[in-house]
């Protein structure tokens, strides 16, 4: 197999830490998507800071990602380097009500490790399978709360590897949503604030919200969580079921039958299949009431 343009340099400048042609369905929740060409999971600051440096004044496109648990990697993969911010950036610390992570920590380990030291706030991230500097990315939210409400500050890295804190205000933030999406910055450690409290009175929260969690949503299959956004005033999830799409399948991708919201991998889902499926039920759902659902989940790749 040829090996991608840059692959020999890069192993030789990040040794043990550079793959060629990894297939994404090794790093994404869905289990789907084709190969990244070059895939690289660096094994710390300077190592990534060596990579980005690199990179920049090169025509390689580079994508940045966590688990993969927001993504849709399509069949062709990915042309140019993919960079996973993966366990060298998982570091947890708690600093009275302050909690300070590595953007590769796994939101529910932050989640436990605040509940432990008596500090809320965190609870309803309770079984988001993302990492913390994705969901800061995302602003992904439950329950009512998202990471918008705790965010103090986020330390991100440039293309040039310089550092740079900026603080909850310069983010951006919206539903599912902040200017950290789609920009050249990658962060790297997420400062957050949470509130004292009863760690067993936050732990009987987070197995409540667990409990609703597995109740309701389709956790024995692949999945990238939520696919669409909820629109204004209505759930997407009662907008699809209502528009009959709850069960319909393309290949082996379906329509969860236990949250119309997710669409669920049966075993051999491919991209293709989903892409399809999720025009259906864009087209079944504005057809019955006029609305235009948009993604939740982040598309790369080629077909």
Known sequence: MTLPIGFKELNALLPGQVKANEPMARHTTWRIGGPADIFVEPAGVKELARLVTWVHGRDLPLYFIG???????KDGGIRGIVVKIGRAFGKVQVQETTLIAGAGAMLGVLAAAAQKSGVGGLEFATGIPGTVGGAVVMNAGANGSSMADLVQEVMVMDLSGELERRNAGELGFGYRTSNLLGSSLVVLEV??????????????????????????????????????????????????????????????????????????????????????LIHRVQQLVYERFGITLTLEVQVLGED
């Open 67 to 73: 688990n993969g648990s927001n993504l849709l990697v």
């Open 191 to 276: 400062t957050c604030r949470g509130v004292a409290r009863d760690p067993d009175q936050i732990r009987a929260d987070m197995e409540q919200y667990l409990a609703r969690r597995r109740a309701s949503q389709p956790l024995s299959y692949p999945s990238a969580g939520s696919v669409f956004k909820n629109p204004p005033g209505k759930t997407a999830g009662w907008l699809i079921e209502q528009a009959g799409c709850k069960g319909m399948r393309q290949g082996d991708a379906q329509v969860s039958l236990v949250h119309a919201n997710f669409i669920v991998n049966l075993g051999r889902a491919t991209a293709r299949d989903v892409q399809l």
